[in-house]
C-alpha cells in the first residue's frame, strides 16, 4: 500500500517547504524507502513554462520536457531521482482535464463542481503518481500558505484522502514560522497556532510541525506548540538557519524525525545510509579555496531565478575542493569594471531582448581577456552572435528573436516554431541526444561520443552560416544527431570558452556534478593560479 505525506506551510511563503519535503524524502529514502515527491502549484497556469523567473523563480525543465515549479529541482537533486510533468499538479491541469471529461460527456446528468469533481481528479492524478512510480511513499508538497482560497480544493482533497486511506497512510507535516520579536527576545507561537487552527478548520490535523526561525527551536517554544497545537512535543521539529541548504537532512535527523515518521506511517526501513550525502556535506562545508565567478544575467534582483547555476556551482566545486561564490550582475547595466577581481564567467538562459547587449559585452570581454566563460542556452547564442560581430566582422549580426530584420540573422527561429500558434510547451524542451566529436575540450569533459542533455529553446544556430563561423575559430564540437542543430560552440585556443544550446545545470546532482561545470571550474582555478 502506497503512504502519502503531505507537507503545507502557513503564516508566509518562502519558508523552504521545498527543502523540508525534499529533505524528509531524504531521509526516509537513506532508510531503504522508495520515495517520489509531487509538487502542487495552486495557480490558475497549466505549467510554469510561461512565467517570468520573477514570479516564481527558475523554471526547471525535466527529462519529459516539462517545464516547471523550481521545487522539482530540488527533490531531484536530493533524491537523485528523474520525475516527469505530472509531478507538477497545477490548477490549471486539474480543471483542464475536468473540463474536457465535462465535455466529452463524462459526467452526462450532473452538475460539475470543485467538490467531489476537482477533488476526485486531484486525488485521481496524486495517486497515478503514487502508482506509476513504484514509490513507497509518496511526499505531496503544497503550494502556496492554509487560508488561500486557491489552495482550498487541493487541502479538501488531502483530507478526504486521509479520511479513505486512514492515519498510517496519510500524514501531514506543517510548516511555520516561528519570528522573534526584537525588543523582547522571545520566540513568538502565536502566528504558528493561527495556522494550525485554520488548518483544523479545514479538518486537517497535522502530524508534525517544522518551526522555521533564525535559532533553533528552544525547549519552551516546542512544549508551547505542543501543548496548542495538540501534537507530542517529538513531533515539533525545529529549522533553524542552516549554512547549507543540504545540512537540513541531518538537521532533521538528530530530532528524531525520520523515525517519527516510520513508525507513525508504519513503516519497517533498513539500515541508514547517508554515507555519500555525508562526505558531499563535508566537502562543501570545508573548501579548501574560494573562487569568484561572474553571473552576467537579466533576473539578478532575484537569485532564485538561477537555482540550478548556483547548485551545479556548488556541486562540482565540492567535488574539487573549492567554492565558486558568484557574482550577481544585472546584465543591462554591464560594465567591464563588474568583471574585475573574478576567475570566471556565466552567461545563463533568458528570453528577449532586454540585456542581450550587456551579456554580449560580458562574452567579448571574457573572449579577449582569457577569462573563462561558460555560456548557456541564451548565453551560447550570444557568444556566437558576439563571435560573429567581432571576430568575423559582420558587424549587424544578431537573433532574430530580438531584431526581425538581423543582418545577418546567425541565430534565427528553428523552422519547426515558424507558424506556431500557442507559446505553451511549445519549445524544443528536454532531454535530447547530443552527438560530441572526438578531440574537442566538450569530448575531454564528457569522455563520450554521445550524450543526452535538457533543452529548452526556440531559436538555434542559423544553419547558413555554420561554415563560416566554423572557418573563423569557432568550433561546434557537440551537434544534434543528425548533424543539423548546433549545441556545442568552443575556441580551441582560450583556457576556457565553452557554450551550450542545452542546459547542463539541470542534470547536476550533489554527488553527480555535471561535465561542463567541473571544466569551466578546473579552468577558472587555473586562472585563479595564473593571476
Ligand atoms: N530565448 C532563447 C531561445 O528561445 C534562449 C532560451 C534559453 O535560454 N533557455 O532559444
Redesign the pocket.
Known sequence: MIKYLFVTGGVLSGLGKGITSASIGLLLQSRGIKITAIKIDPYLNCDAGTMNPYQHGEVFVLADGGEVDMDLGSYERFLNIDLTSEHNITTGKVYQRVIEKERQGRYLGQTVQIIPHATDEIQSMIKRVGEASGAEVVIIELGGTVGDIESMPFLEAARQMRQELGPEACVFVHTTLVPVVQVVGEQKTKPTQHSVRELRAIGIQPDVIVGRSHQPLQEATRRKIALFCDVPPEAVISAPDAELIYQVPSIFQEQGLTDYLLQRLQLHPGSRDLTEWKAYLTAALHPSRQLQVALVGKYTALNDSYVSYAEALAHAGAALGLRAEIRWIEAEDFSEDDLSGVQGLIVP????RRGSEGMIRAIHYARTHALPFLG???GF?LAVIEFARYQLGMKGANST?FEAEASPPVIDLMPEQAGLSRLGAT?RLGAQPVRIARGTEAYRLYGQTEIEERH?????VNPKYIKQLEAGGLHFSGKSLDGRRMEIAEIPDHPFFIASQF?PEFLSRPTHPRPLFLGFLRACLGCDAAA
Open positions: 538562459v533568458g528570453f528577449g548557456i542556452c541564451y547564442q528573436e519549445m529548452r529553446h526556440r531559436y538555434e542546459h
